[in-house]
Nanobody
């Protein structure tokens, strides 16, 4: 059974940091490009970051402005999102997503590119 399980979401003050993790099981993690998205009620799911199969390439949304870093550990089937200098507008449910059998060295920013999704983890940034 394929599973993506996010963790690390929490309540944090403005300017604080969080590290989200997403552990993947049930298929070959290293064959997948991975992405992080976020969503607030009433809005569409928004791209945050993506990382290629072996971690050589990353892509970020413009709003990230060097505050976030996506990384992966293929030996541990885990993708991370390190978030610094958090702002209240970063408050959302954060989802990880996987695109199995991705083209090597590609990243993907559209939700429709991903086949598998986690259940999400809540990040709340207080002002």
């Amino acid at each position: 059974q394929v599973q993506l399980v996010e963790s690390g979401g929490s309540l944090v003050q403005t300017g604080g940091s969080l590290r989200l993790s997403c552990v993947v099981s049930g298929y070959t993690f290293s064959s997948s490009a991975m992405g992080w998205f976020r969503q607030v009620p009433g809005k569409e799911r928004e791209f945050v970051a993506s990382i290629s199969r072996h971690g050589d390439y990353t892509t970020y949304a413009n709003f990230v402005n060097d505050r976030f870093t996506v990384s992966r550990d293929n030996a541990r089937n885990t993708v991370f999102l390190e978030m610094n200098s958090l702002k209240p507008e970063d408050t959302a449910v954060y989802y990880c997503a996987a695109k199995p059998s991705a083209t090597a060295d590609h990243t993907y920013s559209l939700p429709s590119s991903y086949d598998l999704w986690g259940q999400g983890t809540q990040v709340t940034v207080s002002s």
